[in-house]
């Protein structure tokens, strides 16, 4: 059982930054892919950014340059950076893992099989 806990968000202004961490704890096995999710008022949950055991990372294209992955495996934490934060990016971050690697128009794709995180909240005002 793999368990999985967000941090970071909270309210930002238009074009600032923010960065959510992903800490993962219970199996040791490794992640084939994990991956942050976010899901709006009145949207459905959609894929922002995913990376494989690899390190090869994926962005939606409404986060391309704008947003970065990364992971530090010594602390079994992953991260989204967040930079030039729109309103549109405001909505609830979910940070998930599986043990599989399925894409979907070239970004990872993960069901209640996978590991899912409580999420956090990012909005972005002024």
């Known amino acids: 059982q793999m368990h999985l806990v967000e941090s970071g968000g909270g309210l930002v202004q238009p074009g600032g930054s923010l960065t959510l961490s992903c800490v993962i704890s219970g199996s040791t096995r490794n992640y084939a892919s994990i991956g942050w999710f976010r899901e709006a008022p009145g949207k459905d949950k959609e894929g922002i950014s995913c990376?494989?055991?690899?390190?090869?990372?994926r962005y939606a294209d409404s986060v391309k340059d704008r947003f970065t992955i990364s992971r530090d495996n010594t602390k079994r934490t992953v991260y989204l950076q967040m930079n030039g934060l729109k309103r549109e990016d405001s909505g609830l971050y979910y940070c998930?893992?599986?043990?599989?690697?399925?894409?979907?128009?070239?970004?990872?794709?993960?069901?209640?099989?996978?590991?899912w995180g409580q999420g956090t909240q990012v909005t972005v005002s002024s």
């Open positions: 998930a893992a599986s043990n599989n690697v399925i894409l979907h128009k070239d970004m990872c794709v993960m069901d209640s099989n996978d590991y």
């Open positions: 990376m494989f055991s690899s390190g090869m990372a």
